[in-house]
């Protein structure tokens, strides 16, 4: 901890010996937001919710009460770069997407540089993993490709998240809520991504999302290979099919 601010130095898995660090959570470089109010690039302004009550914006950065504020804290604003980047050298697990329920919104996170990551075809070892407050909530994963289309849907079930043992209490809840995650065996057909696509859907119960991790992205090298690093999962493993 700094202050109000947070950083993942290791994080355990059930199961496994292996850890997540901060590097693993800060592979992305560069995405967008889509929510009610447009679509904000990694480093435009997205309007914010800052309170409570009179909650307008479907999806928007926020922060947890004592954080360190955002650039754009004095107009109500803030990037998805701030959340899921490492601008202060670190990401930042006080910072956040706040998600109001039974509302859509799609983020995607690129890992840039050309850069990608491949599936291998063993189910013990995971490829992504999330970070999401209050545990009760559901959403979509994408993988992203370099021909702008993307793989088949995997859902993220609330039953599949366990617990981490912190909680988050943010500017636009009254109350602290545990923080679950849960890590992903992807199978072999999620080949060559060059990011992912967060969805949530309106009967999701708006997913809050700190944190989105990868094993590491390698840069293309003209012809792809497959990518089969040993990772480890948080709650139930379940495979992408």
Known sequence: MFGGDRRLDTLGFTGTSSVFTDADFTRFTDGSLTNNAGTFGWNVTVTRDINTSGNSIWANPDRADSATPFAGEAG?????????????????????????????????????????????????????????????????????????????????????????????????????????????????????????????TANGNGPDILGVGTVAAIPAPGAACALALGFFTFGRRRRAH
């Open 76 to 200: 109500a604003l803030g990037t998805i770069g701030e959340v899921f980047g490492s601008s202060m050298g670190y990401k930042n697990m006080s910072y956040l997407i706040d998600a109001e329920d039974n509302r859509g919104w799609t983020i995607d996170l690129l890992f840039g540089g050309n850069s990608y990551i491949s599936a291998d075809n063993d189910a013990s070892t995971v490829e992504v993993a999330f970070l999401e407050r209050g545990g009760n909530s559901d959403f979509q994963v994408y993988g992203l490709l370099a021909d702008q289309t993307t793989t088949a849907a995997l859902f993220v079930s609330r039953s599949m998240m366990g617990a981490t043992g912190w909680s988050l209490n943010s500017l636009e809840i009254g109350d602290a809520q545990n923080v679950y995650a849960v890590g992903i065996s992807l199978d072999a057909s999620w080949q060559n991504l060059i990011g992912l696509r967060l969805e949530a």
